[in-house]
């Protein structure tokens, strides 16, 4: 099964919101509330920033949320910073034979 | 603290065998679902395998199937990755992740530093 699809690049200046999309099938994202986002800064360990497509684990900014609407997950970051530039994953539960699948990643860049 | 320490990684050549260790610390191993998961050199994340809680089942990405199998001894704290028939693609740093469940639900709060591998044609 191929990859969930992420826009390869976003970017935003500081202060602003993006949104990150994440594009799946009925299989996966679409029938499954299990859709969790990983911001990866690069030569360090993926970090989890939102789970179970809306929950934020302790110690996450509350500037991430996440949401989904039929196969399409979205992260929105509000009033960017610049460490939040980094790689964004989103990553879904599939069932069947495939279990999990990521998405292809995002680069975030803080203008 | 959670911590989660790779090893195993290295240099091997095409159709050879590895098997990685993940030795798990400040939290109750034997209650929580673990995964494996690698970044081949200027690539995305890929899921590669899962095991739950107990270890009574598994699950792996279809590129791997048949060649890797996971386990875990919840005695020893540690998870393991065997991987047999090597190659070249799967050259990549694997990190081992701890899910939030006793089953798969990708919720993965933490994750090691990463071990590399290196399949060598």
């Known amino acids: 099964q191929s990859a969930l699809t992420q826009p390869a690049s976003v970017s935003g200046s500081p202060g602003q919101s993006i949104t990150i999309s994440c594009t799946g099938t009925s299989s996966d994202v679409g029938n499954y509330n299990l859709v969790s986002w990983y911001q990866h800064h690069p030569g360090k360990v993926p970090k989890l920033m939102i789970y179970?497509?809306?929950k934020r684990p302790s110690g996450v900014s509350n500037r991430f949320s996440g949401s989904k609407s039929g196969s399409t997950a979205s992260l929105t970051i509000s009033a960017l910073q610049a460490e939040d530039e980094a790689d964004y994953y989103c990553?879904?539960?599939?069932?069947?034979?495939?279990?999990?699948?990521f998405g292809g990643g995002t680069k975030l860049t803080v203008l | 603290e959670v911590q989660l320490l790779e090893s195993g990684g290295n240099l091997v050549q095409s159709g050879g065998s590895l098997r990685l260790s993940c030795a798990a610390s400040g939290f109750t191993f034997s209650s929580y679902a673990m995964s494996w998961v690698r970044q081949a050199p200027g690539k995305g994340l890929e899921w590669v395998s899962a095991?739950?809680?107990?270890?009574?089942?598994?699950y792996y990405a279809d590129s791997v199937k048949g060649r890797f199998t996971i386990s875990r001894d919840n005695s020893k704290n540690t998870l393991y990755l065997q991987m047999d028939s090597l190659r070249a693609e799967d050259t990549a740093i694997y990190y081992c992740?701890?899910?939030?469940?006793?089953?798969?639900?990708?919720?993965?709060?933490?994750w090691g530093q990463g071990t590399l591998v290196t399949v060598s044609s």
């Open positions: 990553c879904s539960y599939a069932g069947g034979s495939t279990y999990v699948i």
């Open positions: 179970e497509v809306s």
């Open positions: 992740a701890k899910d939030s469940h006793s089953g798969i639900v990708v919720a993965n709060d933490y």
């Open positions: 095991i739950t809680a107990s270890g009574a089942s598994t």
